[in-house]
């Protein structure tokens, strides 16, 4: 008999006035024992309206039960702010192995260049933190634990994809705003209108666009899962989800290949490492033409720089003439230097904030990118001294970052559930909210650099690794997904989690697969889709009662 997982009641705006009170006052919950009265812990007139436990329906409260350390030595805890502490901590810890993980990419792919590596393995290696945590939701324990735990894996990876394409796409609008011309295109690097949303925008190129079909296309795999459901029949449910499973990783692999002998996407992340690579450049031998230092003692810019700004104004001119009178002023010259140097200290962040060794360091960093990247008939640039130890250095940060997401998948996973347990707040809705900031944090950060900088080649950069993290998303962790139901013999009971999905992926993958101008209002669209994918689940789930 086919094991399917309870919901209970779940107040939204009740939950909201819970986490409140829990940051205020550290104790929310009543456990409904003699010693602990909830008349005296909420004596409130809010208290009908408060989440309450009791010891029927939450064994994570009782007195006989107690917490299973992970690996016997991790601490464990039955306290609502003892597990919200542990999914801060293991989640940071999940944060900065996706950062390794990037910068080992990264680095890997600028020395190689496009080709095997590029496109069959960092595509995986980038999606490896979620394909970890939807893995481990559901290996463990027993089958009713599994059914339970698995939850969380899919409130990841729905949460991710919709984070990717509302609120982290709608940020990428705002901040890569230029001002939009009697074309209909975005003028590069120029920003005046402000918040107007019909007068500022964003362009992409039309390679942009097809990255957004590869990734409405993605889907199909979740609509061959969902089938059976559509008919409203339970014929054939294994049969759908072996189907799915094969399709997800026949797409991965296909995404891969495609990299493989398409490599555009590859030539633009190396393209914009060749444009760090001039930047590096400038502030090196700013540096060591400064009269002062260019950082502060607190690591802050220092604005006091005295150097030739007339050579310096002949080779940032694109960059830091914002006002477009074809001179930078002086007020426009340091705060051009002030991005410079946030971009360099973000890009190479074990030289340590508050020295001047990052500049060196990020300097020396992108000399072998420009010797990958630029073409025969460009100018001669320096050799790389020692590639050799650049890869190792790029291993050594995807074994580092690859070790760390192994370690703490686990007990992210458990942490999680015991905070459901100890809150009653469903595992989908924390794991929906709170795992895509630590597995996608680091690729958030550099996504809004690269659209800061107001330029259609960037933007277009933003935009399709974007639409290429949630492709992954769509396919290799929704495979892993589907591994674990089909080989576990799990319910597949997401039918709101689907839809959900669903809707986000199709309507921004129609939205942008065939247009390359956005509007500012554009971004409402995508911001109103988050709080919108949440009352969906809401309701279907917990209103209609849909499983």
Known sequence: MA????????????????????AAYGRLISDGTPSTPASTVLASPLSSAVLRLNNSSSPATSEEEKCEQSYGFLPCTTTVLGNMFLVLTYGFLMFKA????????????????????????????????????????????????????????MGL???????????????????????????????????????????????????????????????????????????????????????????????????????????????RKLAYAKHKHVISGILKHAQMQALGRLLNDDGTPNENIDFDKEDAVGKIMDDFDTSGNDIVEES????????????????????????????????????????????????????????GL?????????????????????????????????THIPSFFISFIALPLATNSSEAVSAIIFASRKKQRTCSLTFSEIYGGATMNNTLCLGVFLALIYF????????????????????MGLFTSFRTNFSLWTCLVAYLLYPLSLIVVYILDYKFGWS
């Open 98 to 153: 996706a950062t390794f993980l990037s910068a080992g990419s990264e680095l890997l792919l600028e020395i190689m260049g496009p080709g095997l590596v590029g496109g069959l393995l960092l595509p995986i290696l980038g999606a490896l933190p979620d394909a970890l945590l939807v893995l481990v939701s559901g290996l463990s324990g027993t089958k009713e634990t599994a059914q339970s735990q698995v939850l969380i894996g």
């Open 3 to 22: 094991i399917r997982r309870q919901r209970r009641p779940f107040p939204l705006v009740p939950l909201l006035v819970s986490l409140l009170a829990v």
């Open 332 to 387: 426009e010259f340091i705060e051009g230097m002030k991005v410079w140097l946030n971009e360099a200290k973000h890009k190479v962040p074990a030289s340590g904030a508050y020295s001047n060794k990052f500049v060196s360091d990020y300097h020396a960093r992108t000399r072998e990118e420009h010797d990958q990247l630029v073409d025969k008939s460009d100018e001669a640039v320096e050799s790389v001294e020692n590639p």
């Open 157 to 267: 990876l729905a949460g991710s994809t919709v984070f990717l394409l509302t609120l982290l796409w709608g940020t990428c609008v705002v901040v890569g705003k230029c001002d939009v011309g009697p074309n209909g295109l975005a003028i590069d690097s120029t920003d005046t209108k402000g918040f107007s949303l019909t007068g500022a925008g964003i362009t992409t190129d039309v390679q942009t666009s097809y990255a957004a079909r590869i990734m409405a296309i993605s889907v199909l795999p979740f609509v061959i899962a969902q089938f059976p459901k559509m008919l409203k029949t339970h014929h054939g449910e294994r049969l759908a989800i072996l189907l799915a499973l094969i399709t997800s990783f026949a797409l991965v692999l296909g995404y891969c290949l495609y990299q493989v002998f398409q490599p555009w996407i590859q030539k």
């Open 390 to 422: 650049y890869i190792a250095k790029a291993v050594g940060y995807l074994l580092l970052g690859s070790a760390i997401c192994a370690a703490f998948a686990d007990p992210l996973v458990d942490a999680v559930h015991n905070f459901s347990n100890a």
């Open 488 to 507: 576990r013999d799990l319910t597949w009971d997401f039918s709101s989690e689907v839809l959900v999905i669903l809707l986000v992926c199709v309507i």
